[in-house]
């Protein structure tokens, strides 16, 4: 859906890529042809301040858009946080009906941009109405330049979900115009159950332009994550940031960062904090390609409790078997993240890999976190869009003795404009996980077909 916000893409870009474009001097390799305004490129984005790239396609959408979907569904392997007779997981296919209304755009003032994505779902099931439930997501970010060296980003994500697959969380693929943000999307796709889930995230960033080529940067957010099922623990943690970035070229940029986390969970003792270093290098490669790359590694202190067997005489005398001892370890993870950006005339495709460390999914605590995505997304002319994209996931408990979660997913999707205002939109998700040496191994696929109803030339891209 966000995808071909070009425009929108270069000036977040243009904010959160943190450079303002160095004076003219020798040294300056020459750029592309048709190259963009020197007041409108900041140069290549950084992964580590979380900016989207500067190169976009599909077109242009500056302005907000109200939208409401009506659609027919089936989910297939719906499953509760609850076993059945048997003591298995217990699962469940379901037909029904959603509708979904919302907003989604941006609206550039003069200084700063404000970009929204706001959608509500009501869903209900014809059988199954155990599932059936109101879901919302907001994404909300505002940027704006407060001097000619200094800019400033707000942004807060929110949401409340009944269903463990299904989100918004396109920014995940890089290419969004929410930016680059695997720690929100991690705390969220790799939900277990069909159960609701509350999450919030508050974040902020404030970028300094010392010189033409040298730039600093101090953020930080904060998140709450918290699940109904007394069988799930919810998460509590923040991050802070800082980072140093210096232009090589008009193209090229190198820096390094160092960021503070710390996670502590909902009715469970246990902590974490983290220390993590990184090196940084972006690039753009002629008009169309940009790269992204950091490098280093994590510090993570751990304490939880755990269970320790007794020795046999005491096991004998209090007829316990187990007692509970605290956990301290320290443990040492790198830190990896990659993004390649392809941008044609009406379409966009990313590649993204990362390492990097979150606070579980409600059964792992502190987690290493693998992942790999691709995203691709087509606007094409006149009335039809399409997307597709996949994913892999891998939880690695730190402190906990759980085999590795495991998680594959794609996706694809279309819309055609029917009239001006009426689209037909579908789509089709696949998702299968597995935890090793568990018995939880679930395949979900979901499918939906319906129309939609918004104003504007665009077709529809509800992703």
Not at 49 to 68: K, V, Y
Not at 377 to 395: D, E, H, N, P
Not at 432 to 437: A, F, L, R
Request: charged share 15%; glycine share 14%; no cysteine.
């Amino acid at each position: 859906m966000k995808r071909y916000l070009g425009v929108v893409l270069l000036m977040g870009a243009s904010l959160l890529g943190q450079e303002a474009p160095p004076a003219p001097s020798g040294d300056v390799e020459q750029a592309p042809a048709a190259q963009e305004p020197e007041s409108e490129y900041g140069g290549p984005a950084i992964l580590s301040r979380g900016g989207g790239p500067s190169i976009g396609g599909g077109g242009e959408l500056l302005r907000l858009r109200p939208f409401l979907t009506v659609n027919g569904m089936y989910d297939s392997n719906l499953a509760a946080a609850s076993l059945d007779q048997n003591g298995q997981v217990a699962y469940q296919d379901g037909y029904g009906v959603e509708a979904m209304f919302g907003v989604t755009g941006a609206h550039q003032f003069k200084e700063s941009v404000l970009s929204l994505d706001y959608r509500g779902s009501l869903r209900h099931y014809t059988q199954r109405s155990y599932y059936d439930g109101f879901d919302n997501s907001l994404m909300l970010a505002y940027e704006r330049r407060l001097t000619s060296r200094t800019s400033i980003m707000l942004g807060e994500t929110a949401t409340r979900t009944t269903r463990a697959f299904g989100l918004p969380m396109d920014s995940y693929y890089g290419a969004g115009l929410f930016g680059y943000d695997p720690t929100w999307s991690g705390l969220l796709t790799n939900e277990l159950f069909d159960t609701p889930t509350t999450a919030l995230m508050s974040r902020v960033q404030l970028v300094h332009q010392r010189t033409a080529r040298l730039s600093f940067s101090i953020g930080g957010d904060g998140f709450i994550v918290r699940r109904r099922s007394v069988a799930l623990f919810g998460a509590n943690g923040y991050h802070a940031t800082g980072s140093l970035a210096y232009r090589l070229t008009r193209y090229q940029t190198i820096g390094v960062s160092y960021t503070f986390g710390h996670f502590d969970f909902q009715s469970r003792y246990g902590q974490s904090d983290m220390h993590g270093v990184a090196l940084n290098y972006s690039a753009r490669l002629g008009r169309r390609w940009e790269i992204g790359l950091a490098a280093g590694g994590y510090r993570v202190e751990s304490q939880r409790l755990t269970q320790v067997p007794v020795d046999p005489f005491i096991a004998a005398i209090l007829g316990q078997a187990y007692g509970v001892e605290k956990f301290h370890g320290v443990s040492y993870l790198p830190h990896l993240g990659a993004r390649i950006t392809r941008s044609f005339r009406h379409s966009t495709a990313t590649l993204g890999y990362d390492r990097t460390v979150l606070a579980g999914n409600g059964l792992y605590t502190t987690a290493g976190m693998e992942s790999a995505h691709a995203g691709f997304s087509w606007t094409g002319i006149g009335r039809v869009t399409l997307q597709g994209g996949a994913g892999y996931s891998k939880f690695s408990a730190i402190t906990q003795q759980i085999g590795a979660y495991r998680s594959y997913s794609a996706s694809g999707g279309f819309s055609t404009r029917l009239s001006r205002v009426v689209s037909m939109i579908g789509r089709i998700d696949g998702r299968n996980y597995s935890i090793h040496g568990a018995v939880l191994k679930r395949t979900y696929y979901r499918a939906t077909l319906g129309f939609g109803f918004t104003p504007g030339e665009a077709p529809l891209a509800i992703w």
